[in-house]
């Protein structure tokens, strides 16, 4: 089965530029999705299909594929980006989460 | 505005079945769209349980296939899961959400419950 891997935690100070990885071999032919969850909350969907943003989301989010990894990458990262970020992707039969990246402003 | 809200007993005895239904509401689940459920024990990542369309079609996870039941009910806008034999590591945050299918063969959810914690224990 395939497995999606994430770094447990990632630091950033305020106003820098976070990029938290996701690795798997399902990524290079796959599309993938980032989930923010902040503490006590659902997870929301800032990305989806490597790089597309839902409405509302705020432009400093964004991602990347490069072979076998995504990217999330945040542009001057704010406090309240402070959270758990998810990678997702599908591959074919069943949904695979990341392991959680907990970034940390 | 598509809001989904999950309600079910929250203390489950080892053995027995968890069951859970997740209201949906500013959307038609007869209009399409899948529908799934998702776990987070404490602490822990998201778990993916299953999936369900409107026409009754399910997709589970194969690591937990043969102890859930999603079904779905059009009439009252709802859908459901059942878990069987549940041990203390099912104790977790039960979230319901849309399921969304896009171009490429591929899946998210864009929409999500506020999450219900149903604890295994006797």
């Known amino acids: 089965s395939y497995e999606l891997t994430q770094p447990p935690s990632v630091s950033v100070s305020p106003g820098q530029t976070a990029s938290i990885t996701c690795s798997g071999d399902i990524l290079g032919d796959k599309y993938a999705s980032w989930y923010q969850q902040k503490a006590g909350q659902s997870p929301v969907l800032v990305t989806y299909q490597n790089n597309r943003r839902p409405s509302g989301i705020p432009e400093r989010f964004s991602g990347s594929n490069s072979g076998n990894t995504v990217t999330l990458t945040i542009s001057g990262t704010q406090a309240v980006d402070e959270a758990d970020y998810y990678c997702?992707?599908?591959?074919?039969?069943?949904?695979?989460f990341g392991g959680g990246t907990k970034l940390t402003v | 505005q598509v809001q989904l809200q999950e309600s079910g007993p929250g203390l489950v005895k080892p053995s027995e079945t968890l069951s859970l239904t997740c209201t949906v509401s500013g959307y038609s689940i007869s209009s399409g769209y899948y529908w799934g459920w998702i776990r987070q024990s404490p602490g822990k990542g998201l778990e993916w349980i299953g999936r369900?369309?409107?026409?009754?079609?399910?997709y589970y996870n194969p690591s937990l296939k043969t102890r859930v039941t999603i079904s779905v009910d059009t009439s009252k806008n709802q859908f459901s899961l059942k878990l069987s034999s549940v041990t203390a590591a099912d104790t977790a945050v039960y979230y319901c959400?849309?399921?969304?299918?896009?171009?490429?063969?591929?899946?998210?959810?864009?929409?999500w419950g506020q999450g219900t914690l149903v604890t295994v224990s006797s």
């Open positions: 369900i369309y409107r026409s009754g079609n399910t």
């Open positions: 959400a849309r399921d969304r299918p896009l171009s490429g063969g591929y899946h998210d959810f864009d929409y």
């Open positions: 997702q992707a599908w591959d074919g039969s069943t949904v695979l």
